[in-house]
C-alpha cells in the first residue's frame, strides 16, 4: 500500500487546481475540486494501484477490466465532460456529450493544466496543455460548443500565456454569466 505517496500526488494536485480557480474567482470549485478522490472507495484504489509515474486507474483497468475508482470519480465531479455523458433527444442515437455550464468547462481546462505541469515537470510550456488535448482530439465524447470553449481556452493559454489568459476568463467568460 503506497498511501502517503498516493495521498501526496493527490494533495499536490488539488492544491494547484486551487490556486489557478482562485485566480479566476472560483472559490467554491477551487476548494471542492476533486474531493471524490479522498473517499474509502476511491483512495484506496489509489493506494493499492499506485503507479508514481501514470494514473492508477490504468492499472486497475488493466488488473480488472474496469475502473471502479474512475467511474466512481467521473459520477460525482462535474469538471469532467464524462459526467456530462447522457442520452440524446429527438432522435439522436445513443449517448452524446451534453453542453457543460462554462464555470465547469474553466475548471476542466485549469484541471489539464495542473495535470500538465505535474506530468510534463521541467519540460512544461504553456502550449503542453494544447498538444496533449490535440493527441486525444476526435475521441472525446463531448459537447461542441463546450469542445469549442475548451480549446479556445487551450489555444489562447499557448498563444498568449496563463496570465492573460485568465483575465480573459475573469471577465469575459465567467463574468458574463450573471
Ligand atoms: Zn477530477
Redo the contacts with the bound molecule.
Keep these: 500500500m503506497k498511501a502517503l505517496q498516493h495521498f501526496c500526488t493527490i494533495t499536490r494536485h488539488k492544491i494547484l487546481v486551487m490556486k489557478e480557480c482562485f485566480q479566476v474567482g472560483l472559490y467554491r470549485q477551487g476548494l471542492l475540486h ?1 474531493l471524490s478522490k479522498y473517499s474509502w472507495t476511491e483512495f484506496k484504489i489509489g493506494c493499492k494501484f499506485y503507479q508514481g509515474s501514470r494514473s492508477p486507474n490504468n492499472a486497475e483497468r488493466e488488473a480488472i477490466g474496469y475502473s471502479s475508482a474512475w467511474l466512481h ?1 467521473k459520477g460525482r ?1 462535474k ?2 465532460y464524462e459526467y456530462w455523458i447522457d442520452y440524446g433527444l429527438d432522435g439522436e442515437k445513443g449517448m452524446i456529450g451534453m453542453k457543460m455550464p462554462v464555470k465547469y468547462v474553466v475548471e476542466m481546462f485549469l ?1 489539464r493544466i495542473a495535470a500538465c505541469k505535474v506530468y510534463k515537470g521541467e519540460e512544461y510550456t504553456d502550449r503542453s496543455p494544447l498538444e496533449y488535448y490535440l493527441k486525444g482530439k476526435g475521441e472525446y465524447l463531448m459537447h461542441p460548443d463546450t469542445q469549442a470553449l475548451l480549446e479556445k481556452l487551450l489555444r489562447m493559454l499557448a498563444k498568449e500565456g496563463e496570465e492573460k489568459t485568465y483575465r480573459y476568463i475573469r471577465t469575459n467568460i465567467l463574468r458574463k454569466r450573471r
Excluded: A, G
Aim: aromatic share 0%; hydrophobic share 0%.
Design positions: 476533486d470519480h465531479n469538471h469532467h484541471d
